[in-house]
């Protein structure tokens, strides 16, 4: 089992639209929780991160983390071409070992 | 702002060369990671350090070496290139903030 699982897409929306972006995780020690954003040849870029349950909101970008169910998701509102890309979840456990899923690419369509 | 550098942005080599891979960050972070993407890939965790003097190896199986003599140094060795070492080489660094930052990347080729 992966420390980290996310749907691989292609998510489709269109420009305006709410792109939802889910992961789940294994091990519920897990302390801390991250989204990512990566433009194909690019490094990863940090969007957001969430450490306690509930919703936590930047701009247009809201992460929600539920411990109980062990999943995290990203909301991305108002959708922009500019935010089409693979986004990453990210989790820390273990004296701060970063496990990464496999990423969600989202195409968002003019 | 994340102060965390690469070097070589680009490499082509030839097989059997010997190559260094450098990441510097000027942060003061503690935790440092080296990943192997391929294009289109997921991130594999290859080597990470706790600190001076600690490594140690990531859940993907890599030829390359690590060391961390000083904190804001995370170098990566390939003793003996192969073209099986064709990939991207990601740098990352955290510390008491927990964030993750990465560097640019080394994109590595060996023909």
């Known amino acids: 089992q992966k420390e980290v699982e996310q749907n691989s897409g292609p998510l489709s929306v269109p420009e305006g639209a709410i792109a939802s972006l889910n992961c789940t995780y294994s091990d519920r020690v897990s302390q801390s929780f991250f989204w990512y954003r990566q433009y194909s040849g690019k490094s990863p870029e940090l969007i957001m991160s969430?450490?306690?349950?509930g919703d936590k909101e930047d701009g247009r970008f809201t992460a929600q983390l539920n411990k109980a169910s062990q999943y995290v998701s990203l909301l991305i509102r108002d959708s922009q071409p500019s935010d089409s890309a693979t986004y990453l979840c990210a989790v820390i456990r273990n004296f701060n070992k970063f496990y990464f899923g496999s990423g969600t690419k989202l195409n968002v369509k003019p | 702002e994340a102060d965390i550098y690469q070097t070589p942005r680009y490499l082509v080599i030839g097989t059997g060369k010997k190559i260094t891979l450098e990441c510097s960050q000027t942060?003061?972070?503690?935790?440092m990671y080296w990943y192997q993407q391929d294009p289109g890939m997921e991130l594999h965790l290859i080597h990470y350090?706790?600190?001076?003097?600690?490594?140690e190896k990531g859940d993907l199986s890599s030829e390359s070496t690590v060391s961390r003599i000083r904190t804001e140094h995370f170098p990566l060795t390939l003793e003996s290139a192969r073209p099986s070492h064709t990939s991207q080489y990601l740098c990352?660094?955290?510390?008491?903030?927990?964030?993750?930052?990465f560097g640019q990347g080394t994109r590595l080729t060996v023909v």
């Open positions: 969430i450490y306690s349950n």
């Open positions: 942060m003061g972070h503690d935790k």
């Open positions: 990352a660094s955290t510390g008491t903030g927990r964030d993750a930052f």
């Open positions: 350090s706790y600190g001076v003097n600690s490594t």
